[in-house]
Antibody, heavy 114, light 112 residues
Framework: QLQLQESGPGLVKPSETLSLTCTVS??????????WGWIRQPPGKGLEWIGSIYYSGSTYYNPSLKSRVTISVDTSKNQFSLKLSSVTAADTAVYYC??????WGQGTTVTVSS | DIVMTQTPLSSPVTLGQPASISCRSS???????????LSWLQQRPGQPPRLLIY???NRFSGVPDRFSGSGAGTDFTLKISRVEAEDVGVYYC?????????FGGGTKVEIK
């Protein structure tokens, strides 16, 4: 059974870079049938797609975040990662990783505060 | 960006009664490959979202058959034939036809 687990710091200072990793277990991240993505949810609000990466290595980012976002894959570790630079309080959210929106991680809360 | 608009914002329902949620997109969700990438997700309180329906009307693995999706083009509907207590939560429509992928604002289903 495929499982995804987010990990990373729960507290990030303003202007710094948020870095999260999603570890995939029970399946290979290298499958050509799927893409992998990050989605976030600010407290009490709805869902926002951050970006996705395909098995080919192609990446697609939300234009509202594009200048600050990088998503990458480490096939040797069966992981993919999110980096979001120059964070502000508006980036405080629960961050989810997902496979093609059909399998989701439990989410990790990231707070941006000094 | 494609804007997804859900109605109603909140849906109080009696147990055992049906519920219906509408989702309208600002432009057609028909992809150049002929598919319509409209999905429905459920988010129970304190839980991550869970995929219920993909490509308008296909139930994802393990989803009870009381959930059904329909629609075409820009107008879509999620129906719960008989609401159960475990169906309480927020429901989101989502389009993956065009980047950026976008979500509706959510509809809260609660028990009367």
């Amino acid at each position: 059974q495929l499982q995804l687990q987010e990990s990373g710091p729960g507290l990030v200072k303003p202007s710094e870079t948020l870095s999260l990793t999603c570890t995939v277990s029970g399946g290979s991240i290298s499958s050509s049938s799927y893409y992998w993505g990050w989605i976030r949810q600010p407290p009490g609000k709805g869902l926002e797609w951050i970006g996705s990466i395909y098995y080919s290595g192609s990446t697609y980012y939300n234009p509202s975040l594009k200048s600050r976002v990088t998503i990458s894959v480490d096939t040797s570790k069966n992981q993919f990662s999110l980096k979001l630079s120059s964070v502000t309080a508006a980036d405080t959210a629960v961050y989810y990783c997902a496979r093609r929106m059909d399998v989701w991680g439990q989410g990790t809360t990231v707070t941006v505060s000094s | 960006d494609i804007v997804m608009t859900q109605t109603p914002l909140s849906s109080p329902v009696t147990l055992g009664q049906p519920a219906s949620i509408s989702c309208r997109s600002s432009q057609s969700l028909v992809h150049s490959d002929g598919n319509t990438y409209l999905s429905w997700l459920q988010q129970r309180p304190g839980q991550p979202p869970r995929l219920l329906i993909y490509k308008i009307s296909n139930r994802f693995s393990g989803v009870p058959d009381r959930f059904s999706g329909s629609g075409a083009g820009t107008d879509f509907t999620l129906k719960i034939s008989r609401v159960e207590a475990e169906d309480v939560g927020v429901y989101y429509c989502m389009q993956a036809t065009q980047f950026p992928q976008t979500f509706g604002g959510g509809t809260k289903v609660e028990i009367k």
